[in-house]
């Protein structure tokens, strides 16, 4: 048996000291090192295999973050664990006070196509790290070759070919990071994302120092409404730019991990669309596409197949797994206006399902750092804030 950890950690904005990432908005040097601080100490405290980090301005800072968690990684093992003068029995007593480093793990980052380097103008990227290395080059997703054009349909009742509008996607707001890594003799395929947020999108009319909307003195609720469905689009638009990419891994026969932070929860729209359809128990009651009567229904064997085609490619989420199994009933990586929610994400192919006979391996444990989160009244704030606004979250896997 092989064991690994997979983990997805959105690090809130991590550039270096001094540099105005997005508007009037910088670290100072000793803010700068309080995170950096912070940071290293969660590497240590997750000790994962891998690792999908969102929210990277500059791949150095995120170096810089590594290499202090081995610094530390170093001074702790200096002090916990036994040398080579002591005897066996105190080497396995002592064995798992051992710090893990990162020192020869594999860093593939994914800088964000639509950042020129402006201050005030920046926009982040994602990054994978990786103690099993790589297989074969990385893959970034984020300009599309072809864009995606999604049509809308005429309601019914409305006559002719009337044009219903489309929708036209050519770029994704952060890119999503493709990587495969080879563990215990298998390849797994892991997609690293962070999609849309829920910030509204507004228009700057021509000449316009900002968007009517984001004048709150000017309360504009029709028009905040209709930028949160701009978000909304462009980010199940993401979505499905990822699924797409995963269908493709799983039918190729490759398994499965997507992570990342959705910026939404298991049920929105946009995460089910990365997961897949959930199937019906019985197909045989539903009238057939080409139904020609009331009795034109499913048979017993397209029912059985129709499930199958759809569970294949179907992702599960590793929280609600352990849920399953577990007494808690509750896991949340986000603290904001009074609501907890489960907004980064970790989604397993159906290689590793407990329900499958064929799976590969099991997930044996889920782990979520999130005490640091607030969302303002801790005795903390702002300084947790500082150090990430999202909870770390971590699988725990077996390969048979």
């Known amino acids: 048996m092989t064991e690994f950890t997979i983990a997805s950690f959105n690090v809130k904005n991590l550039i270096g000291p001094d540099k105005e990432y997005y508007k009037f908005?910088?670290?100072?040097?000793?803010?700068?090192?309080?995170?950096?601080?912070?940071?290293?100490?969660?590497?240590l405290a997750l000790n994962a295999d891998i690792i999908g980090f969102q929210e990277i301005f500059e791949e150095?800072?995120?170096?810089?973050?590594?290499?202090?968690?081995?610094?530390?990684?170093?001074?702790?093992?200096?002090?916990?664990?036994?040398?080579?003068?002591?005897?066996?029995?105190?080497?396995?007593?002592?064995?798992?006070?051992?710090?893990?480093?990162?020192?020869?793990?594999?860093?593939?980052?994914?800088?964000?196509?639509?950042?020129?380097?402006?201050?005030?103008?920046r926009r982040p990227g994602v990054a994978v790290l990786s103690r099993l290395g790589f297989e074969g080059a990385p893959e970034i997703i984020q300009d599309l070759e072809t864009p995606v054009t999604i049509p809308f349909q005429p309601l019914r009742g409305l006559s002719g070919e009337d044009d219903a509008g489309h929708y036209v996607l050519r770029r994704l707001s952060r890119p999503i990071l493709k990587v495969r890594v080879r563990v215990g003799g298998r390849v797994i395929t892991v997609f690293n994302c962070h999609l849309k947020s829920k910030l509204?999108?507004?228009?700057?009319?021509?000449?316009?120092?900002?968007?009517?909307?984001?004048?709150?003195?000017?309360?504009?609720?029709?028009?905040?409404?209709?930028?949160s469905m701009r978000s909304a689009v462009r980010r199940m638009a993401e979505a499905w730019v990822m699924r797409r990419e995963i269908v493709k891994e799983i039918l190729a026969g490759n398994p499965v991990v997507a992570m990342g932070d959705f910026n939404d929860g298991e049920h929105a729209v946009s995460s089910e669309i990365i997961a897949g359809e959930v199937p019906f128990k019985n197909y045989q009651w539903m009238l057939r596409h080409d139904a020609q009567a009331y009795s034109d229904r499913y048979t017993a064997e397209e029912d059985q197949q129709i499930r199958e085609d759809i569970e294949r490619v179907?992702?599960?989420?590793?929280?609600?797994?352990?849920?399953?199994?577990?007494?808690?009933?509750?896991?949340?990586?986000?603290?904001?206006?009074?609501?907890?929610?489960?907004?980064?994400?970790?989604?397993?192919?159906?290689?590793?399902?407990?329900?499958?006979?064929?799976?590969?391996?099991d997930m044996t444990y889920f782990s979520v750092l999130n005490d640091h989160l607030t969302d303002g009244s801790h005795p903390e704030a702002p300084y947790n804030k500082l150090a990430s606004d999202h909870g770390q979250i971590m699988a725990h896997i077996t390969l048979a």
């Open 200 to 227: 509204g999108e507004y228009f700057k009319p021509p000449g316009a120092p900002f968007a009517p909307e984001a004048d709150l003195t000017r309360y504009d609720a029709v028009g905040r409404a209709l930028g």
């Open 60 to 121: 150095e800072a995120l170096q810089a973050v590594i290499d202090e968690a081995d610094r530390r990684a170093d001074e702790i093992n200096a002090v916990a664990l036994p040398d080579k003068t002591k005897s066996y029995r105190r080497k396995v007593i002592f064995r798992k006070l051992a710090a893990g480093k990162y020192d020869g793990a594999a860093l593939a980052f994914a800088p964000n196509a639509a950042d020129q380097g402006i201050p005030g103008q």
């Open 25 to 43: 908005q910088t670290y100072t040097p000793e803010e700068y090192a309080w995170k950096e601080d912070w940071l290293a100490d969660q590497l």
């Open 314 to 361: 179907r992702l599960y989420s590793a929280e609600k797994l352990f849920v399953r199994r577990s007494l808690r009933d509750m896991v949340y990586t986000s603290a904001f206006g009074g609501v907890f929610e489960s907004i980064d994400q970790l989604y397993l192919s159906r290689h590793f399902h407990p329900d499958n006979d064929a799976r590969i391996g």
